[in-house]
């Protein structure tokens, strides 16, 4: 089956500072590329839906500049969490689309970001 | 609006008792819609499609427009279903994207 990673599993970084997750498809090229956010206990919250070769889309209340979304190739796209606070640290989740299959979506393990 | 409503936080069964979980959505398209579980340190994972009309791992998920309604279901609940399960709805209105619902807890006991 499709398979999508990301990296780090999990990161600590200061205040101020910026940190990058990587997500992969690994066996299948992966057109969209879909950024959740997940707080402890709650559901899941698209963040920004990115498209290889495009800019992201992101959604309402998300910030583009804090949350830089890249998706230079079809199998990586990568979110750069910008001059990070205490209140960004979560869980993010992404997830990926290929350009056949309409419904399926295949999610990654997620990153554990704590802002300090 | 679009939305997915999952009433219950925690539903607690005993094994080998029937379980439910409850979804409802509001959509004014044609609903797509899924059940993803997401098992003790696992990633996410899609467990039901609508339009499969499958059974997996005993679930069952009929799509109900009248109630508007996709409840999941199971006759016989076991200790392994204990899990976290997101019912979710694709739309494609300003482009496609998946609207989760806030999750039910499943825990199964012995």
């Known amino acids: 089956g499709a398979v999508v990673s990301q990296h780090p599993s999990w990161v600590i970084c200061k205040s101020g500072t910026s940190v990058k997750i990587e997500c992969r498809s690994l066996?299948?090229?992966?057109?969209?590329m879909f950024w959740y956010r997940q707080f402890p206990k709650q559901s899941l919250m698209l963040m920004a839906t990115s498209n290889e070769g495009s800019k992201a889309t992101y959604e309402q209340g998300v910030e583009k500049d804090k949350f830089l979304i890249n998706h230079a190739s079809l199998t990586l796209s990568t979110l750069t969490v910008t001059s990070a606070h205490p209140e960004d640290s979560s869980f993010y989740i992404c997830?990926?689309?290929?350009?056949?299959?309409?419904?399926?979506?295949?999610f990654g393990p997620g990153t554990r970001l704590t802002v300090t | 609006a679009q939305r997915v409503t999952q009433p219950e936080k925690l539903l607690s069964v005993f094994k080998g008792a029937p379980v439910e979980l409850k979804c409802n959505y509001s959509?004014?398209?044609?609903?797509?819609l899924f059940w993803y579980v997401q098992y003790s340190r696992q990633r996410l994972q899609l467990l039901l499609r609508?339009?499969s009309r499958e059974s997996i791992k005993g679930f069952t998920a009929d799509l109900n427009k009248g109630e508007t309604s996709f409840h999941l279901k199971k006759p016989f609940a076991q200790e392994e279903d204990s899990a976290m399960y997101y019912c979710a709805l694709n739309t494609d209105t300003g482009g496609f994207k998946t609207i989760f619902g806030a999750g039910t807890r499943l825990f199964v006991k012995a």
């Open positions: 609508h339009i």
């Open positions: 997830s990926a689309r290929g350009s056949g299959g309409r419904y399926e979506q295949y």
């Open positions: 066996d299948f090229q992966a057109t969209t």
């Open positions: 959509y004014s398209g044609s609903p797509e």
